[in-house]
């Protein structure tokens, strides 16, 4: 196994405000939102010789507005796992040498052309089924009933994220939440609540990445990305998958961690992919943190908030601050790593662990 | 006022399907080499990348893998239908499908119930394949 750690860094970084901004348009916001990550870096614009685009329609578009002829540039589709997939696709350029600063853009106007993720496409649409909450739906459903969970347990998530949020000035939501508002907000597909559900909202994030020997000249200190792996569960994708992903995790698992020379009981905290709160469950079994069915009670009593052994989604996640599809988690990683995070810092934080399971599971482990 | 329903998108490849759930048939493509059955309908086999196959009756029995009440229409089409169920099934052929419980509405329900496909008109000449609880099917 390669021993990644050390080779690549994330070296400049920036999230666009999160909301509703009807007045720029996606390239807008992320041409923003670049602007910081080269200020943060210490980069000129002309330096970034890879691009790889994310959810914007068009990679022709995104070089255009931003001004630059990069020697590698890669345009990724809408779905939100292609953040670990970017992020993997910017290391694997700078290792052999296609590029020497990278630039992974990503630009969200979901809010602002009302995003409903879901409708008229895909198989079951004429059935009446569609929309990724209602996918979850499914999975979730055949869980509980598996493993007996209350709602109260699942609970546990939306609040704790909602407590992290409220540490953090970028987050979209910043009213408390109580086990009553949760239990009390509406189904949107059940057993999924309001609360399970991740925020639509506009916003823009960029990451630059570099060699380890280019990092050293830079602005902040570089944060190393030591693991990265991805694994597929693809081949039945328009039916619920039966296995919640484990085996793609389980394969990631058996890579990322001697990739990065490092086991779980090393990492500081977790940013784990909440598009859904039960997403959060699967993660964690999935990568080994507990076993099988005992998620609901592993993250009780603390454990994945602030200040318990295990951080999750430090920011407030998906759930609390904004759905910017993984980007926003990785960009926290970073930032906690650079002991940036304020109110919210996880007290000498030296290693976090990025995980999206989806039909591509992606996990990437970060260092300082 | 009622909405015009969410229309299949007829395709050379799903032709059968529901020119079959028309005539009150549940049919899937079979493999012709392996017999792998393939609920996505497509002119390959994703298990060996054959080309032969034949649309085959299914017995339209199984059970019942998960479910998901919608409280809300995501399509304008679904709006008056809804809280509507969704039953995740397990047919007894080995594979899995996605369809409405009968008659709409919400039910108690448990993993394993056993269902079988019954068919609904969604509009004129569309006829979807729905499940009911074996229970409730004299």
Redesign the interface.
Known sequence: MTLLRDEIAVVGIANGPFGSFPEYDDYAQMAIAFKAALDDAGLEKNQIDGLITHRLGLYTRAAEVLGINPDYAVPLLRHGRMSGVAIQNGVAALLTGQAKYVALVYGNNGRSVRDLYGGGGGLWAPFGMSSPGAEHALLYERYRQKYAVTPEKLATVSLTLREHARLNPEAVMQKPLTLDDYMNARFIVEPLRLFDYCLINDGAVVMILTTKDRAKDLKQPPVYISGVSTATDLANVSTPPRGYWREAMAHNAERVYPMAGIDREDLSGLMIYDNFAPNILYSLEGYGFCKEGEAPDFIQGGRIALGGDLPVNTSGGHLSESYMQGWALNTEAVRQLRHQCGKRQIKDAKAIQYICSAAICSSIIYRR | MSVAP???TITDENRPFWDAARAGRFRMQRCSHCATLR??PSDIC?HCLSEEFAWVDLSGRGAV????????A??P??KE?V??T?L?VDLDEG??????LAGGGVRPL??GMRVRVVFEE?AED?V?P?FALEEDVV
């Not at chain 2, 893998?65 to 809300?72: A, M």
């Not at chain 2, 594979?95 to 409405?100: L, Q, Y």
């Open positions: 969410l229309l299949p609920p996505s994703p893998s998960s479910w998901c009440v919608y409280h809300r995501f399509h089409a679904f239908r809280p509507y969704i995740q594979v899995r499908f996605v369809a409405p448990k993993l969604a569309v979807l729905v």
